[in-house]
């Protein structure tokens, strides 16, 4: 895992505000994309906006990259939000994408790196996430504004991760050209998604190399495994509207995602080559 703006002009009201936090399975993950501005040290402040990641040590951070911590272990791993330099050019890279980068796609940032470690195998993936403006129109052009970057997960979001003993400090992000031709999938929660990063695509290609992404573009409930799920969802549902004190929808993406992220694990067939 940028200043959360809450708006409140009416002709954003529908998509201004998307969802962007995150939650892992089992794995007690915890993520933030937070600079460290200080020396490395061996208690280093993660992110100062987030006072539960605070009791984590964390050894030699030299980065201002994500930290990854699974607190049962200690096991810290770092990922950058710019990818596929050095050793991580060899690894498989995932991208997860929703409209604000503060629900569904950092939730499945988190899930599916949980599914990785689990199976053994994290070291072969390099996994981020990002959004496509929060409902801004302009987010993908010059000077453009990209509503959540630069924000924390949705408290909500945390929240319901937190029920399932994950935490979560990741920091919001938009889409760049960058990403487009650096990771092998591309992978929205919705049509809405997809449909941005089509026309972000379509706006940079005419002053950026762009790869050819169509092929690397899918949706998230592509990779569902479960019958229940399949034959009802065809998109990951926006929880961030749902009405005050209700938590079913968060609690619904999680599930979701961490029945798709096995479904992707497989699909990737890396976990098949590991085991070769």
Same mark, same amino acid.
């Given at each position: 895992?940028?200043?959360?703006?809450?708006?409140?002009?009416?002709?954003?009201?529908?998509?201004?505000?998307?969802?962007?936090?995150?939650?892992?399975?089992?794995?007690?993950? %915890?993520?933030?994309?937070?600079?460290?501005?200080?020396?490395?040290?061996?208690?280093? %402040?993660?992110?100062?906006?987030?006072?539960?990641?605070? $009791?984590? /040590?964390? /050894?030699?951070?030299?980065?201002?990259?994500?930290?990854?911590?699974?607190?049962?272990?200690?096991?810290?791993?770092?990922? &950058?939000?710019?990818?596929?330099?050095? /050793?991580?050019? $060899?690894?498989?890279?995932?991208?997860?994408?929703?409209?604000?980068?503060?629900?569904?796609?950092?939730?499945?940032?988190?899930?599916?790196?949980?599914?990785?470690?689990?199976?053994?195998?994290?070291?072969?993936?390099?996994?981020?996430?990002?959004?496509?403006?929060?409902?801004?129109?302009?987010?993908? %052009?010059?000077?453009?504004?990209?509503?959540?970057?630069?924000? +924390?997960?949705?408290?909500?979001? %945390?929240?319901?991760?937190?029920?399932?003993?994950?935490?979560?400090?990741?920091?919001?992000?938009?889409?760049?050209?960058?990403?487009? $031709?650096?990771?092998?999938?591309?992978?929205?929660?919705?049509?809405?998604?997809?449909?941005?990063?089509?026309?972000?695509?379509?706006?940079?290609?005419?002053?950026?190399?762009?790869?050819?992404?169509? &092929?690397?573009?899918? +949706?998230?409930?592509?990779?569902?495994?479960?019958?229940?799920?399949?034959? +009802?969802? $065809?998109?990951?549902?926006?929880?961030?509207?749902?009405?005050?004190? +209700?938590?079913?929808?968060?609690?619904?993406?999680?599930?979701?995602?961490?029945?798709?992220?096995?479904?992707?694990?497989?699909?990737? &067939?890396?976990?098949?080559?590991? /085991?070769?």
């Amino acid at each position: 895992m940028q200043a959360r703006v809450h708006a409140s002009v009416g002709a954003w009201s529908a998509h201004v505000q998307p969802c962007r936090v995150a939650a892992p399975i089992a794995s007690h993950l %915890r993520c933030s994309r937070q600079p460290f501005s200080g020396s490395s040290t061996s208690k280093g %402040r993660v992110n100062n906006q987030d006072a539960s990641f605070r $009791n984590f /040590q964390v /050894q030699h951070w030299s980065h201002p990259q994500q930290v990854v911590a699974h607190r049962a272990t200690g096991v810290v791993a770092m990922a &950058g939000a710019t990818p596929l330099t050095g /050793q991580d050019a $060899n690894k498989t890279s995932v991208l997860f994408v929703c409209l604000g980068n503060i629900c569904r796609s950092p939730s499945a940032e988190a899930v599916f790196k949980a599914v990785v470690e689990r199976e053994g195998v994290a070291d072969r993936f390099f996994i981020d996430s990002c959004g496509t403006g929060g409902g801004s129109s302009n987010w993908f %052009r010059e000077n453009g504004f990209s509503y959540h970057e630069g924000d +924390k997960a949705d408290s909500r979001m %945390r929240a319901a991760a937190q029920r399932r003993d994950m935490y979560l400090t990741s920091i919001s992000r938009p889409l760049t050209p960058d990403d487009l $031709n650096k990771f092998d999938y591309i992978i929205g929660m919705d049509d809405m998604n997809l449909e941005a990063i089509r026309r972000a695509a379509g706006y940079w290609g005419g002053k950026h190399k762009i790869s050819d992404f169509e &092929g690397k573009t899918s +949706k998230m409930t592509q990779y569902l495994r479960s019958d229940k799920f399949k034959s +009802k969802y $065809n998109e990951v549902p926006d929880p961030y509207f749902e009405d005050a004190g +209700k938590t079913d929808g968060f609690d619904l993406v999680l599930d979701l995602l961490e029945d798709a992220c096995e479904g992707l694990l497989h699909k990737t &067939g890396v976990k098949a080559e590991a /085991q070769a």
